[in-house]
């Protein structure tokens, strides 16, 4: 509890005129100092809350490094790291002045307590009207460059502009370090892509497959009927008596007539499949239209910064 018996033992310290005196008036150093006699009371019946608000009131007087520094060692008992850091660097502003060496110290190893929970997040962006918020508050209007104390840990930054693409990304800051950012966000009309279901190629390639087997399946169809044009010439004048039902004595003619058929069936299933591969391939072509799609960019975390992503989706 040495900190405590510290900041009880503070109530009673003599205020010099020193730097952090200059311009505040007596009166108001002796109110300053009545609330922080208040305050170090309450802190020590661990009313840490009631105790911060009374050196707030202090401050407000008169922002000495003892009242600083107090009010730091309060908020960090209060789990409120970010206020205690930027109040411990106030106290510690005009150096060991006027802390003891004791407590000089003490305040040191506190900053570097509290160093080690808080970095920095650094981000600039050239990009007029371009609204910045860190996670999910307000935070910059581009152009500009801004600084911002956080908890060490992961962030979110998220860039919006009219006509463009959001970006969000999101970063992890280690204790004790300053993560530097540029935010530059893409045009929305250069950033939509076109996506097809299919290859392009496909459903063409397919439907002239189709067409051209059902072409050849007409050649052959009309072949077999030239065929049997001529078997049917050739039997009237090799048959006009008649021939056996097999042409066993004439088998020329049977030769003709199994050909013909043949080519015949052959073109009629030619014809069918390749109308149906044809029919495919027009089915493709008209579910293969054009989708507009727009990328997701989203900067995945790594420690100590961030590594962008773009993912493109409906």
């Known amino acids: 509890m040495r900190s405590l018996l510290v900041l009880v033992a503070l109530a009673g310290t003599a205020w010099a005129e020193d730097p952090w005196a200059q311009g505040v008036t007596v009166d108001n150093q002796k109110k300053a100092n009545a609330l ?37 060692v309060t908020e960090i008992r209060l789990d409120r790291i970010l206020d205690a850091a930027e109040d411990l660097d106030r106290a510690l502003r005009f150096g060991a002045t006027p802390f003891s060496p004791t407590l000089y110290q003490e305040a040191l190893d506190y900053q570097a307590l509290v160093k080690r929970q808080v970095g920095v997040i650094e981000v600039s962006c050239d990009q007029p009207d371009v609204h910045l918020l860190l996670d999910g508050k307000p935070w910059l209007t ?35 370090a300053t993560d530097e950012e540029k935010i530059a966000l893409v045009p929305i009309e250069t950033a939509v892509k076109l996506e ?40 009237t004048t090799n048959c006009p008596a008649g021939c056996k039902m097999d042409f066993s004595d004439k088998p020329f003619l049977r030769d003709e007539k199994d050909s ?15 109308g149906a591969v044809a029919v495919t391939g027009i089915i493709l ?22 590594t962008a992503s773009v993912g493109w989706h409906f």
């Open 36 to 72: 922080f006699a208040e305050a170090n009371q309450l802190f020590a019946q661990q009313a840490h809350a009631p105790a911060l608000e009374k050196y707030k009131a202090a401050i407000a007087l008169w922002d000495h490094p003892l009242i600083r520094f107090n009010m730091a």
């Open 142 to 176: 581009c152009p500009g460059k801004q600084q911002q104390k956080v908890l060490a840990g992961e962030h979110v930054i998220l860039g919006e502009k009219k006509e463009f693409m959001t970006r969000s990304q999101r970063i992890v800051v280690k204790g004790g």
């Open 196 to 235: 097809y279901r299919y290859r392009r190629w496909i459903p063409y390639t397919v439907a002239a497959a189709g067409l051209a087997i059902a072409g050849g399946g007409v050649a052959f169809y009309f072949a077999g009927r030239s065929q049997m044009d001529q078997f049917n010439s050739d039997f």
């Open 260 to 274: 013909a058929e043949l080519k015949g069936n052959i073109g009629v299933g030619m014809m069918a499949a390749g």
């Open 285 to 306: 072509t008209i579910a293969n239209k054009a989708q507009r799609v727009m990328p997701s960019v989203e900067a995945q975390p790594t420690p100590g910064g961030a």
